[in-house]
């Protein structure tokens, strides 16, 4: 694991590049790689490749990188991690290739020597690479199929810069930071920029599944070679067969994920994902598995410390535990802004970051985490609401303003709350009719109605004026692209596709890569294998949520490996008091921030609208917390990149 960054000045009349410069920019992200770094000129000066090195593969200098080929034709810098890399090795060798290194990189050298762009078909695992090709004056990159590892760019002026995060790219005196409003109008929905826009302007980011060249004149191609959607099958398996295809595919993701020459854990919360992942580790060592949990000190009720604990005693873990409450989150504020690069609106990242330091000051490398399966396997309760919800939508764009009016005083009336109650209803009637039958991802926040409210009307007018935006563009689209791909499809697999593509993509795999390297570990997701994902993908829905139950045919496939305890409980989900710390501890300090913030007093917030929220969150009349999350990120945010880099 590693950070990579790298400019090509393809129609530079006088290239402005050199060592220093490119040690600059690799310096910006040395949190991912504290072990090693390197730099790479090419003798004609057009191009520049940077590098940390985070040592899990090969710890000796032959895996040192930029790294070439045998006759320094071909150079390359790699972040992440490739599990058959050794499956390659021998009929490559049987080829001609020569290795100097164990490391996985030199193999993707050799396959691209071999199979040119098309050698990302034979990579399993996690990656984000850029290819030197000298002899063609051509920059080859890609990212993993499914977005595990981030890969942004920016083209200006006959230059191309890139790196592993924004802030490599921001090193360069060339880039300048500067808000991108349309980015912001859909961070506010999706909790983070979709790809491929980021929060600045003219910098972007390669969505998961894609490659990229550019030639020496500034010609850029992108395409797709990988995306989550599988044809349905016609042989339908039984619950055993689909059950026993899983755990088989599931254990031999985990055997691979431990390659490493460093020591390697696994977050542990106690429930099925983590737990699994536990057990599958420990059939492949004698080792004692080194597990990490993190809790709140006042707020119990957010804790898993003792199903976790449950569990390292079965499995006679090396376990670990940290607490942390409303303060640490306060003095981490600063740095979980700069960790992000853009803002992503998860307080997960708060105790993320705290488990992920755990991990680090315990002497561990190297960590396995459940993200992925809740989206295979169908294991978010929301799924189940969604699926009914679903079926009202449509009818209530129909629905005639008097029985609009109607329904919503009785939705108050019933819930015997008041004006607060009704307006709250009248909220979930318009977001019901905006989504119009689908479904907009576990993680959507201010829908098109709610930003009318929100965004001060200069703002909102310009929008609609200049660029006429609506998230449901994007929605519509992605679900159109899926369709149109598989048009049998039942709802439960567009809304899988939907939360690859967007939740999990660009939220809750950011969220891990960012945490985690910035506390200069490494993060693996077995259950994203894309073997797995691809078998996962052929089962029925009906499979999936069995009896009205999520996860089914998981617990079905995990039963006997891990104890029936953590199989039946219920879901509880990583998560944190935010909504209370909102409310109380952290209260003073947020709302501060928010109604004295930039975002107001530079025209792109209400304040009347921002107060109301404030207000009734902390009056705890509605929680409010997810949104006011979201502002305050995005505040935070634009307060160190925008609003700081202009002072």
Known sequence: MCGITGVYEYAQALPTLDEALLQKMAN???HRGPDDSGTYLDPAGRLGLAFRRLAIVDLSPAGHQPMSNEDGTI????NGEIYNHAEHRASLIQKGHVYRSRTDTETIIHLYEEY?????????????FCIWDQPRQRLFMARDRIGIKPFYYTQQNGRFIFGSEIKAILAHPAVHPELDEEALYHYLTFMVPPAPLTMFKGIWKLPPGYRMSLDRHGNMKQERYWDAIVPSS????????????????????????????????VFLSGGID????????AQCTDLPINTFTVGFKQHQAYNEGHYAREIANTFKTNHHEI????????????????????????WVCIPLYFVSKLVRDSGVIVV???????ELFAGYPGYLKSLRRQRVGPYLRWMPKPVWSTATKLSGAVAQQGVAAATQAERIFRRLAVEDGQFWGGAAVFVHPDKEDLLATPFWQAMQKNKRLDSADIVKATYAHFTAQKPDADRLERMIYFELKYRLAELLLMRVDKITMSTSIEARVPFLDHKLIEFALTIPSAVKLRDGKTKAILKKAVQGLIPDKIINRPKQGFNAPISEWLRADMAKEVNFALIQGYLIKDGYLNVGFVQKILADHQNARRDWSGYIWNLYNLEMWYRHYISGAKA
């Not at 983590?274 to 580790?281: E, F, H, I, K, W």
Request: proline share 3%; glycine share 6%.
């Open 75 to 78: 150079w390359i810098v790699f």
């Open 323 to 346: 607490l942390i409450d409303y303060q640490d989150a306060l003095n981490y504020i600063p740095q979980l802004v700069w960790s992000q690069d853009e803002p992503i609106a998860d």
């Open 28 to 30: 910006a992200i040395a």
């Open 368 to 374: 396995q985490v459940g993200e992925g399966s809740d």
């Open 274 to 281: 983590s737990t699994t992942n536990v057990a599958l580790m």
């Open 116 to 128: 040119g762009d098309e050698c990302v078909h034979y990579l399993s695992g996690m990656f984000a």
């Open 234 to 265: 016609k042989h339908v398996l039984s619950d055993e067969e689909y059950a026993e295809g899983v755990r088989t595919l599931l254990q031999a993701s985990v055997r691979t994920h431990m390659m490493s020459d460093v020591p390697v854990g």
